[in-house]
């Protein structure tokens, strides 16, 4: 991301920076204790730069949103405000005289983790503009508040992927565990152009599990089952495994009720150009889909994707870690 021109730059105190993520497998049941995967994107970044004002107030400018905002003024429910609150909380400073902008190339209420990449951006943009440091499960734990404002329930997938800025196993209420990939990992990011508020979703899937408890369980449990085998598979390097247990997880998420015409269209047409797995990524209804794919089918099932309607396809890699 080149931003902003040279000139503005040399005026900022501070910057901070985030990726996207998508969620490899386990969402939704991730909010119930059950364990997901998820990777960062590091090709979409959040940024966010902190200036002196000119007027002394304290703001956050959002230009890609249209949202100017005078934190002092905002609501409580404000997430711009929010971050800027908690790190000044945190440190114990007053509203500091800045002015901080941001800017995001994460598509909002699409299931990559824009909110937490904002938050996640403006918090180390706005500590290193303090001269203070702090880990990364410190940040997590900042951006978890305030994704609370986004999502009601979170699980803390979003924000411990991003803040980490590394794969992560990931069990709610438990520090993230890296895992092992034996061999790389091509994937296809392929997006409806459908916003899905992440929070409609999960509200949805909250009231189907009160309406049935056994049904809903049991979808969490097969779930959590394909998440531990995918794992296996991930660090045996089973790219057509872990692609049967991608169909596997998308095939539970829709009986959850997540899915949608368009993330089934894509699917099946990742899928039919020759993908060796394909679901849906994060909350679902809309969004972005998954598909593993082999180097060599990557053009082809990029194609597929585009003439079945996606906005567009973005490539990411999971590269090879031991353990
Ligand atoms: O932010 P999204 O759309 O990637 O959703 C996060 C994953 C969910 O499991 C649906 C919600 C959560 O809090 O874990």
């Known amino acids: 991301m080149t931003f902003p021109p040279d000139e503005t730059l040399a005026f900022a105190l501070a910057t901070g920076r985030a990726p996207g993520k998508i ?7 991730v909010v ?4 997901a995967i998820a990777v960062p994107v590091f090709r979409l970044q959040a940024e966010a730069l902190v200036y002196p004002d000119p007027e002394g107030l304290c703001r956050v400018e959002a230009p890609d949103i249209g949202r100017q905002v005078v934190v002092a003024a905002a609501g409580e429910d404000d997430p711009l405000a929010h971050v800027v609150r908690r790190v000044c909380a945190a440190l114990e400073r007053p509203l500091p005289p800045w002015r901080v902008v ?6 909002v209420a699409s299931g990559l983790g824009s909110g937490a990449a904002v ?3 403006m918090a180390r943009a706005l500590l290193a503009a303090f001269g203070v440091e702090w880990s990364a499960g410190a940040i997590s734990a900042l951006v978890y508040e305030v994704e609370k404002l986004h999502h009601g329930t979170p699980s803390g997938v979003d924000n411990t992927v991003i803040a980490y800025g590394q794969p992560v196993w990931f069990v709610r209420g438990q520090p993230p565990t890296p895992f092992a990939v034996g061999a790389a990992l091509d994937l296809l990011i392929g997006d409806t152009g459908i916003a899905s508020p992440t929070r409609l979703a999960v509200a949805d899937v909250r009231r189907g599990w009160q309406a049935d408890p056994p049904r809903f369980e049991a979808l969490f449990d097969r779930i959590a089952a394909i998440v531990h085998e995918a794992r296996t598979a991930i660090a045996a390097g089973d790219r057509p495994r872990l692609g049967a247990l991608m169909d596997a997880n998308h095939e539970a998420l829709a009986a959850l009720g997540v899915s949608s015409p368009e993330l089934e269209r894509l699917c099946g047409a990742a899928r039919a150009a020759g993908a060796w797995g394909a679901k849906l990524s994060g909350g679902g209804r809309g969004g972005n ?3 593993l794919v082999d180097p060599d089918r990557r053009e082809a099932v990029t194609a597929a ?6 906005r567009r396809v973005i490539p990411t890699t999971l590269h090879t870690t031991p353990l």
């Open 102 to 107: 941001v800017r995001s190339e994460i598509p």
């Open 32 to 35: 119930y204790g059950r364990p």
């Open 119 to 121: 938050a996640t951006a």
């Open 305 to 310: 994707l585009l003439a079945a309607g996606a």
């Open 23 to 29: 969620i490899l497998c386990g969402e939704h049941a």
């Open 289 to 291: 889909m998954i598909a």
